[in-house]
């Protein structure tokens, strides 16, 4: 699917991000996670920064929430996961996440960014 060009770079983090949910879910992607999990933090907080407002000044604002809500939890699931607990229960919210991201959030996004058009 062509995303548009403000989603591009969040879009092929999503890749990597479905690697290590599945690396977690097999109860081997700890150790990745640890690398990983700073690049994970800034992806949220990107999202949160660009996307969540314009969400909720578009007046879906329940997606916004949704999406903050979602990284509160995955934040909280990684501090397990690295330690090695809770790495399956992580790997499918991850996986679920990303699943939300690309097949709900980005297209409403991307019809805001449409309307911003001049």
């Keep these: ?7 591009v770079q969040l879009s092929r983090e999503h890749h990597a991000a479905l690697r290590l949910g599945r690396h977690l ?4 992607g ?8 700073a690049a ?3 992806h ?4 949160e920064r660009e996307l969540a407002p314009l969400l909720d000044k578009g007046g879906d604002g329940a997606l916004a929430a949704r999406l903050r809500a979602e990284h509160v939890h995955l934040t909280s699931l990684f501090a397990a ?15 679920e996440h990303v699943r939300f991201e690309e097949r709900e959030l980005f297209p409403v996004v991307e019809a805001h960014f449409e309307e911003k058009r001049p």
């Design 25 to 28: 879910l097999a109860g081997a």
């Design 30 to 37: 700890a150790a990745e996670l640890r690398a990983e999990r």
């Design 81 to 95: 996961a690295v330690d090695g607990e809770r790495e399956a229960e992580a790997g499918q919210a991850l996986i």
């Design 1 to 7: 699917m062509k995303r548009h060009p403000r989603l």
């Design 40 to 42: 994970l933090v800034a």
């Design 44 to 47: 949220f907080a990107e999202e």
